[in-house]
């Protein structure tokens, strides 16, 4: 991971007159590597991350991408414009096979609340062009738009929301969990590679590698900055902390976990405070927007208890138990101390699972993997944020393949005061086409106001005074390039939490 400055050529892009030379010791020795893309992340006032992989050939078994063992010298830069015609920052970066070549580059020394286009050059070839964006300076109150998205499966349809997201030109998204699949291959609209369910670093590279070859995926990189957090498939389905779902395929989950945390590191634009160690990486951060957002992102697997009673939907009286805990108790505390200070005017929440109660049955029955198994857990940072006097609060949740929207209760069994906000964005392509008639809604939650089985993503306009919310979703993705439409809006003040009409 390199950290590089700015520095500024009043000179063309990478191939004009007087431009800085690149290195071409090994010009034109590999075929096109930049078959992954690019991408950007983690925005700040002066920089973000920007990130590639050398992979001539991705989908080889070996998880290398068809480069050899030896250093290549990666160029980048960073553009006042999308022809480069003036240069904000450039260097250089060495990539090299323990990594797969993968390239992190910390940008800062940028101007805050403005666009940059970005690009690299490696043995002759150019990349892609990606457009990447500072966060505004703090205390600023500079609208936003942001995206949120989760769950994309490949073989179970196409990723077309991913490039409807790009047309929309977000100025950040956010993924939340599932960006891969670990899964066999079952041959539906698409077929996984390798075929076998993936358990080792070269598998997780693979897998990673298929992804990120999907032109929509790329497209959806290259149109913004994003924020990454995982969930349960990015290692295996349904798995807490260090205990297995199941016992297949055998071997030591300690190591698979180190293999699935390495590889998603290598793939994703993270900055290397995120980067792993051994079979633990800190994924939790805060991220802040000026002074109109803070990003909470967090991660609800690592340092979870294991899912009371067996997991599934249950009536389990374990799961209000005062010792589980989703987020560990250490996350717990960094969490609300973040809110505590008080950041922005808006403390947005960024996770992986249903937040608000949702039963089942009036007897109780709830998910075991959602809050509702960990709901000590969840009442203290819901008393520890109102504590705080935050007002502004909208938890961002993915998982669940469907769209729902609720207003978070104080006390849900008696429904006695609003005190924030859930928006759960549904699946990019996972469960495969939806069913616009299914009717999710329940008595048993009058909290839950909105529910749809459809996929694709969730649009918000933040300003300090109010969110604009849309939700929005493709009817098929079984089919290629289907337009995207709105389904559902709201609107979310600023000090008067909950869901409002627009």
Not at 273 to 285: G, H, K, S
């Given at each position: 991971?390199?950290?590089?400055?700015?520095?500024?050529?009043?000179?063309?892009?990478?191939?004009?007159?007087?431009?800085?030379?690149?290195?071409?010791?090994?010009?034109?020795?590999?075929?096109?590597?930049?078959?992954?893309?690019?991408?950007?992340?983690?925005?700040?006032?002066?920089?973000?991350?920007?990130?590639?992989?050398?992979?001539?050939?991705?989908?080889?078994?070996?998880?290398?991408?068809?480069?050899?063992?030896?250093?290549?010298?990666?160029?980048?830069?960073?553009?006042?414009?999308?022809?480069?015609?003036?240069?904000?920052?450039?260097?250089?970066?060495?990539?090299?096979?323990?990594?797969?070549?993968?390239?992190?580059?910390?940008?800062?020394?940028?101007?805050?609340?403005?666009?940059?286009?970005?690009?690299?050059?490696?043995?002759?070839?150019?990349?892609?062009?990606?457009?990447?964006?500072?966060?505004?300076?703090?205390?600023?109150?500079?609208?936003?738009?942001?995206?949120?998205?989760?769950?994309?499966?490949?073989?179970?349809?196409?990723?077309?929301?991913?490039?409807?997201?790009?047309?929309?030109?977000?100025?950040?998204?956010?993924?939340?969990?599932?960006?891969?699949?670990?899964?066999?291959?079952?041959?539906?609209?698409?077929?996984?590679?390798?075929?076998?369910?993936?358990?080792?670093?070269?598998?997780?590279?693979?897998?990673?590698?298929?992804?990120?070859?999907?032109?929509?995926?790329?497209?959806?990189?290259?149109?913004?900055?994003?924020?990454?957090?995982?969930?349960?498939?990015?290692?295996?389905?349904?798995?807490?902390?260090?205990?297995?779902?199941?016992?297949?395929?055998?071997?030591?989950?300690?190591?698979?976990?180190?293999?699935?945390?390495?590889?998603?590191?290598?793939?994703?634009?993270?900055?290397?405070?995120?980067?792993?160690?051994?079979?633990n990486m800190q994924l939790y951060r805060r991220v802040r927007w000026g002074g109109l957002a803070t990003f909470h992102m967090l991660d609800t697997r690592q340092y979870r208890d294991d899912?009371?009673?067996?997991?599934?939907?249950?009536?389990?009286?374990?799961?209000?138990?005062?010792?589980?805990?989703?987020?560990?108790?250490?996350?717990?505390?960094?969490?609300?101390?973040?809110?505590?200070?008080?950041?922005?005017?808006?403390?947005?929440?960024?996770?992986?699972?249903?937040?608000?109660?949702?039963?089942?049955?009036?007897?109780?029955?709830?998910?075991?993997?959602?809050?509702?198994?960990?709901?000590?857990?969840?009442?203290?940072?819901?008393?520890?944020?109102?504590?705080?006097?935050?007002?502004?609060?909208?938890?961002?949740?993915?998982?669940?393949?469907?769209?729902?929207?609720?207003?978070?209760?104080?006390?849900?069994?008696?429904?006695?005061?609003?005190?924030?906000?859930?928006?759960?964005?549904?699946?990019?392509?996972?469960?495969?086409?939806?069913?616009?008639?299914?009717?999710?809604?329940?008595?048993?939650?009058?909290?839950?106001?909105?529910?749809?089985?459809?996929?694709?993503?969730?649009?918000?306009?933040?300003?300090?005074?109010?969110?604009?919310?849309?939700?929005?979703?493709?009817?098929?993705?079984?089919?290629?390039?289907?337009?995207?439409?709105?389904?559902?809006?709201?609107?979310?003040?600023?000090?008067?939490?909950?869901?409002?009409?627009?």
């Amino acid at each position: 991971m390199t950290r590089l400055h700015r520095r500024t050529f009043l000179v063309g892009g990478l191939a004009a007159a007087g431009a800085p030379l690149l290195s071409t010791s090994t010009a034109n020795a590999l075929a096109y590597p930049f078959t992954l893309g690019v991408a950007s992340g983690e925005p700040t006032a002066d920089g973000f991350v920007l990130w590639t992989r050398l992979a001539p050939r991705p989908l080889n078994a070996d998880g290398l991408g068809g480069m050899p063992d030896t250093p290549v010298t990666v160029d980048w830069q960073v553009g006042l414009d999308q022809a480069f015609s003036q240069l904000a920052a450039s260097g250089s970066v060495t990539a090299v096979q323990a990594s797969a070549h993968t390239v992190h580059v910390e940008v800062a020394g940028l101007q805050p609340d403005r666009e940059y286009w970005y690009r690299f050059r490696a043995d002759g070839h150019i990349s892609q062009v990606g457009r990447a964006r500072t966060a505004p300076a703090p205390g600023s109150g500079s609208a936003l738009t942001m995206l949120f998205a989760s769950c994309s499966h490949y073989e179970t349809g196409y990723f077309t929301a991913y490039r409807r997201m790009a047309e929309d030109r977000p100025d950040l998204i956010l993924h939340l969990g599932d960006y891969i699949y670990e899964g066999a291959a079952n041959a539906r609209v698409r077929t996984h590679s390798p075929a076998a369910e993936i358990s080792s670093l070269a598998n997780y590279r693979v897998r990673h590698a298929l992804y990120k070859m999907d032109v929509d995926l790329q497209a959806a990189h290259a149109a913004a900055p994003w924020l990454v957090v995982w969930d349960d498939h990015e290692v295996e389905n349904n798995y807490a902390n260090l205990v297995r779902n199941d016992t297949s395929p055998a071997g030591d989950f300690r190591a698979r976990r180190e293999a699935a945390y390495r590889a998603y590191f290598e793939h994703m634009p993270l900055r290397s405070a995120q980067a792993p160690v051994r079979e633990n990486m800190q994924l939790y951060r805060r991220v802040r927007w000026g002074g109109l957002a803070t990003f909470h992102m967090l991660d609800t697997r690592q340092y979870r208890d294991d899912q009371a009673c067996g997991d599934g939907s249950k009536l389990c009286p374990e799961a209000d138990s005062p010792t589980r805990t989703l987020t560990g108790t250490a996350q717990e505390s960094w969490l609300l101390n973040g809110m505590g200070q008080r950041l922005g005017t808006w403390d947005l929440i960024g996770q992986q699972v249903f937040f608000a109660q949702k039963l089942a049955k009036a007897d109780g029955t709830k998910s075991m993997d959602s809050w509702d198994g960990y709901t000590a857990n969840r009442k203290r940072i819901q008393d520890g944020w109102q504590a705080r006097g935050n007002t502004s609060t909208v938890v961002l949740t993915g998982d669940v393949h469907r769209s729902w929207a609720s207003n978070l209760m104080n006390d849900y069994s008696t429904q006695d005061k609003v005190i924030g906000t859930e928006l759960v964005t549904t699946s990019v392509s996972s469960d495969g086409d939806g069913n616009a008639t299914d009717n999710g809604l329940s008595s048993l939650n009058p909290h839950v106001k909105f529910y749809k089985n459809l996929r694709g993503y969730v649009r918000t306009s933040i300003t300090p005074t109010r969110m604009n919310v849309d939700f929005r979703a493709v009817d098929r993705v079984s089919v290629r390039d289907m337009p995207v439409k709105t389904i559902q809006s709201y609107v979310i003040e600023a000090g008067n939490p909950g869901l409002q009409a627009p």
